[in-house]
């Protein structure tokens, strides 16, 4: 993280007063009791990324720093006053519960609230090397019933370990959790780790919204591949009935009345919200009451190249080139070969965006959200000019563009927040074709891409170029479009010097490492029976061996549905 002239900075923690001030060899702060000296320290290094000016930054990265020095010295990790927190999820099998996790992960992690989901099914998986049938969901099979329960516990101390040693902020518990018993076991793990509970519960009484969700996702399980459809159809409904026999619903008015939890009816229809307690728990019940399951298209594309395009300039308001014009009709024509029904346009207020639009000849809607990047001082400048007349500022864009903000302007990290009506916008409708500008556009592409704050000011977004996005189960399938219409090349790829070594991604409220050495694997399950009571295979099944390696933090495999 590149640092600019200031003043240390002062915390308090176990009596000690530690003055955070930059290592110039690191480049990252480090803290030092003032009895000490910066040499003799703790003997271990707690490395802070924080955002120049910052103060939630300072705020998070004191409060980490407070929990690792606590365990250095020994002593018991403080509690804090941003207490991680919990996500469980809550309902019966194929209600959406996976669904629901994954958005709502890539969601939080766009806002930069670090998040992971950790779902319960692929630790039974691991832990049972081939699924036979339903009935190792039958309450009366007491042998699975506890590989279950240590499959549920398993989860957990990975979750503690992600709250508490792997500075994640929010974990999301993706399992059925349909009783009593389960969801009291889990709030008395969160209290002796001091972790907020959030609970969501997805009910869906509608049987073909069932059905669907069942041909769509779960028959594509590992639990089921290679299967006849019908058979595994029949047996997954049969361990739907499993766990209705034991289901619980929370209990806002009576027993759960104390909890803080949303209730999902019939996929969006109605909610139910009880004692939301703090800002994020707000942002996630106003994000679910936005999101919906329809089938829609979002097609995103940058304006018509520009004069300012033209000549290497950023920023600015110019009109459309010669090629940028011809663009614009075959963007025209490429509309009316979609044939989509109500299709909403938005532009951003400037005016190549808008030159742009108004060759479509259909109504579309001007936002300010979506301007291009304020780059204060250096608008309207080329890139050369920048290093010429603003070589500190060039270097420090260089070393972290997400974070780093213009003078006078803004940075991508300001720019996801600008953007967050907007995405919140694109969730509750339909059809939209969105036409902004290449740092806009790169930011809502890493949003429904569920690309990191490192990757996104690197994304290619080239112009004259129309991206499909088409919402599919558990993300979003692209499709990239070239018009065949030339223009200039406005990417930058990431400096060499940026690639080297392993830097701190932060994500406004803690450190989250982005790239790190690949951590020694081991199984999540260390000792379960081999031997678990389960009845004949299920006809036209073939059992199926369950990897005991589980996908890690840095591998790339999605997790499944469980």
């Not at 972290?400 to 009506?421: A, M, W």
């Amino acid at each position: 993280m590149p640092f600019r002239k200031g003043k240390p900075e002062k915390a308090s923690v176990l009596g000690e007063e530690l003055v955070f001030c930059q290592n110039p060899k690191l480049g990252v702060l480090s803290p030092t009791p003032k009895s000490m000296s910066p040499k003799e320290g703790f003997g271990f290094t707690v490395l802070v990324s924080i955002q120049p000016g910052c103060s939630s930054c300072l705020y998070w990265g004191i409060s980490r720093v407070a929990l690792s020095l606590a365990r250095g010295l020994g002593a018991c990790g403080p509690q804090l006053a941003n207490s991680p927190t919990v996500i469980v999820m809550v309902g019966l099998p194929a209600r959406g519960k996976t669904y629901i996790s994954k958005k709502l992960t890539r969601y939080l992690n766009w806002i930069g609230v670090p998040t992971k989901v950790f779902n319960v099914g692929e630790y039974r998986r691991e832990a049972v090397k081939h699924y036979s049938s339903y009935d190792f969901f039958r309450p009366d099979n007491e042998e699975a019933m506890k590989v279950r329960r240590q499959c549920a516990m398993a989860a957990l101390r990975d979750v503690k370990l992600y709250l508490t040693e792997e500075a994640g902020q929010i974990a999301v518990f993706d399992a059925t959790n349909t009783t009593r018993e389960r969801r009291g076991m889990i709030l008395n793990f969160a209290k002796e780790n001091g972790f907020k509970v959030f609970f969501i519960e997805s009910v869906c009484n509608d049987p073909n919204v069932v059905a669907t969700n069942v041909m769509e996702v779960k028959l594509s399980s590992p639990d089921y591949r290679d299967c006849n459809s019908t058979d595994a159809m029949e047996d997954f409904m049969k361990r739907i009935n499993c766990y209705q026999a034991s289901y619980q619903p929370l209990d806002p008015d009576d027993f759960d009345r104390e909890l803080s939890l949303i209730k999902v009816i019939d996929v969006g229809r109605r909610f139910l919200v009880n004692r939301v307690q703090d800002h994020i728990q707000s942002r996630i019940v106003y994000y679910l009451m936005n999101i919906h399951v329809q089938p829609r298209t979002i097609y995103l594309c940058r304006h018509g190249e520009s004069e300012f395009n033209l000549k290497g300039r950023i920023g600015g308001d110019s009109g459309l080139s010669n090629r940028g014009k011809k663009f614009a009709v075959a963007l025209n024509k490429f509309v009316e070969e979609q044939n989509l029904k109500d299709l909403k346009i938005w532009t951003s207020q400037l005016k190549r965006t808008i030159q742009t639009a108004e060759a479509l000849q259909l109504p579309y809607e001007q936002w300010k959200a979506l301007n291009e990047i304020d780059a204060g001082v250096c608008e309207e400048m080329t890139y050369e000019e920048i290093r010429d007349q603003h070589p500190e500022e060039f270097a420090l864009r260089d070393q972290d563009k997400y974070y780093y903000r213009y003078p006078s302007g803004e940075s991508y990290q300001d720019l996801v927040q600008r953007l967050e009506p907007v995405i919140m916008e694109l969730e509750r409708q339909e059809n939209v074709l969105v036409i902004c500008h290449q740092a806009v556009m790169r930011c809502l592409l890493a949003y429904f891409l569920d690309k990191s704050a490192d990757e996104m000011p690197y994304l290619k977004c080239p112009l004259h170029t129309v991206l499909k996005l088409t919402p599919v189960a558990y993300g979003c399938r692209v499709e990239s479009i070239s018009l065949n219409i030339e223009a200039v090349n406005t990417h930058r790829d990431r400096p060499e010097e940026a690639k080297k070594g392993p830097n701190p991604l932060m994500r406004r409220n803690s450190v989250t490492p982005l790239a790190s050495p690949e951590p020694t694997k081991k199984p999540r399950i260390n000792s379960f029976e081999e031997h678990v009571a389960v009845s004949s295979a299920l006809p036209g099944c073939v059992p199926q061996e369950v990897p005991t390696q589980m996908p890690g933090q840095n591998m790339n495999n999605s997790q499944k549905p469980s």
